[in-house]
């Protein structure tokens, strides 16, 4: 199994901060990774696509980059909305196609 | 409008069995993959398998292989997760997704499993 390893696993930040997330993965990847965003009791939220693709109406202050085997979702300038927990997947092997282990960020 | 709606809450008791379904709509329910996701309260997502409604070619994770069944009638555009025997460790919310482009664009609003005696 690809292992996906995300850093922090929660973060303090304030309202009009860059933040960023990490995800690593075990193996390389390519580009075959996606990040979501999930809010309390709500289901998840496609942000990101292929590493670094902006899903279509996703505001423009959330990018990713990175291939291979180390990953970052950034926000440029964080929003009161922003503040929930993110996922990253890696969409390489069905065998399985893992999940991060989240980071939450919440408010400072 | 693509959607996916899943089926309503469920409480059941250990050694139960159980099919929670999920309609898709808006778009050709057999050309994308439904996957199947479990969350444990408080915990993070786990996937758990994908069908193609299309020919029902279905993978399942390693972790949940043998442990649940996933099929799809294409006539009715539905999606199924089903349990032949409920254990505690069931209880979960699970979410199926549309997966287009690399990543799961779509998801059900997800649909809340309880197993207790």
């Known amino acids: 199994d690809i292992q996906l390893t995300q850093s922090p696993s929660f973060l303090s930040a304030s309202v009009g901060d860059r933040v960023t997330i990490t995800c690593r993965a075990s193996?390389?990847?390519?580009?075959?990774l996606a990040w979501y965003q999930q809010k309390p009791g709500k289901a998840p939220k496609l942000l990101i696509y292929a590493a670094s693709t902006l899903q279509s109406g996703v505001p423009s202050r959330f990018s990713g980059s990175g291939s291979g085997t180390e990953f970052t979702l950034t926000i440029s300038s964080l929003q009161p909305e922003d503040f929930a927990t993110y996922y990253c997947?890696?969409?390489?092997?069905?065998?399985?196609?893992?999940f991060g282990g989240g980071t939450k960020v919440e408010i400072k | 409008e693509v959607q996916l709606v899943q089926s309503g809450a469920e409480v059941k008791k250990p050694g139960e069995s159980l099919k929670i379904s999920c309609k898709g709509s808006?778009?050709?329910?057999?050309?994308?993959?439904i996957g199947w996701v479990r969350q444990m309260p408080g915990k993070g997502l786990e996937w758990m398998g994908i069908?193609?409604?299309?020919?029902?070619?279905?993978r399942y994770s390693p972790s949940f292989q043998g442990q649940v069944t996933i099929s799809a009638d294409k006539s009715i555009s539905t999606a199924y997760l089903q349990w032949s025997s409920l254990k505690a460790s069931d209880t979960a919310m699970y979410y199926c997704?549309?997966?287009?482009?690399?990543?799961?664009?779509?998801w059900g609003q997800g649909t809340m499993v309880t197993v207790s005696s």
């Open positions: 808006g778009y050709s329910f057999t050309s994308y993959w």
């Open positions: 997704a549309r997966h287009d482009s690399g990543a799961f664009d779509i």
């Open positions: 193996q390389g990847i390519s580009s075959y």
């Open positions: 069908i193609y409604p299309g020919d029902s070619d279905t």
């Open positions: 997947q890696q969409l390489n092997s069905y065998l399985p196609l893992t």
